[in-house]
């Protein structure tokens, strides 16, 4: 697991982002996308020993395309600059909350946590399970074990409505939380972890694990009958 190569080849392609370059450095692409696989696939058997969730997914259900999958906003780079995956029951697309762990040099790698799909009946079912039992979101939210893997909590600086939520007061105590359209928390890790290797799988597994009975909480209401 070659992660000190990944992180050389994602920062040579964040300099030459685009279709010949790739098209030349083809087998590097290759070995580097391999080197995350190996990552993803490490992290998942770990994680799958205490989340019967995660058991059976694989890297390539779990991991996103490097490949832009939208230039509608004229974009020149044709390439993302990081390789990333989502670990979610369901795989990377599922409509669940999970964790997404991604590669970028510069200090940009990341583990993020929780819920970040914006249709509207799942965030109408989260916002209610934080209004029927929001002592337990708190908590959760505030527990010690979230907040030494992941200082900043949940982030609130995200998209949010300008009004409250249709059905709830404007005085509501929870309101700054109804408002938000994702949950979730983040960490980065420098490139020197990055390149542990094992030593950056055990950082991401005890992450996970601290992050699983908010992202538990959040699956209740999105999933109640799984």
């Known amino acids: 697991m070659d992660l000190a190569y990944l992180l050389d080849f994602l920062r040579r392609l964040a300099a030459n982002n685009n279709t010949p370059w790739m098209a030349e450095h083809r087998p590097e692409y290759q070995r580097a ?28 259900e779990a991991m996103f395309r490097l490949h832009k999958n ?18 979610l029951h369901g795989g990377r697309h599922a409509a669940r909350a999970g964790y997404y762990l991604g590669v970028q040099p510069d200090g940009k790698s990341s583990l993020r946590v929780g819920f970040y799909h914006t249709t509207p009946a799942l965030l109408g079912a989260l916002r ?38 249709k059905g709830y007061p404007a005085d509501h105590p929870d309101l700054a939380w109804l408002k938000l ?16 290797g094992p030593g950056f799988v055990a950082l991401a597994v005890a992450a996970i694990a601290a992050a699983r009975p908010l992202v538990d909480f959040f699956n209740e209401a999105l999933v109640p009958n799984e």
């Not at 994680?47 to 997914?57: E, F, I, K, N, Q």
Request: no cysteine; glycine share 8%.
């Open 128 to 165: 209610q399970e934080i209004h029927y039992n929001a002592d337990e979101f708190h908590r959760q939210r505030q527990a010690p074990a979230l907040l030494h893997h992941f200082p900043a909590g949940l982030a609130t600086d995200g998209e949010q409505l300008v009004r409250p939520p």
């Open 181 to 196: 359209k994702s949950f979730g928390a983040v960490r980065t890790f420098a490139d020197d972890e990055v390149a542990q």
């Open 33 to 60: 996308r391999a080197a995350f696989a190996e990552l993803i696939g490490q992290v998942l058997a770990e994680v799958a020993r205490t989340d019967p969730s995660l058991a059976g997914l694989t890297p390539t």
């Open 70 to 87: 939208d230039r509608g906003h004229r974009d020149p780079e044709p390439y993302k600059r990081r390789m990333g995956a989502g670990l």
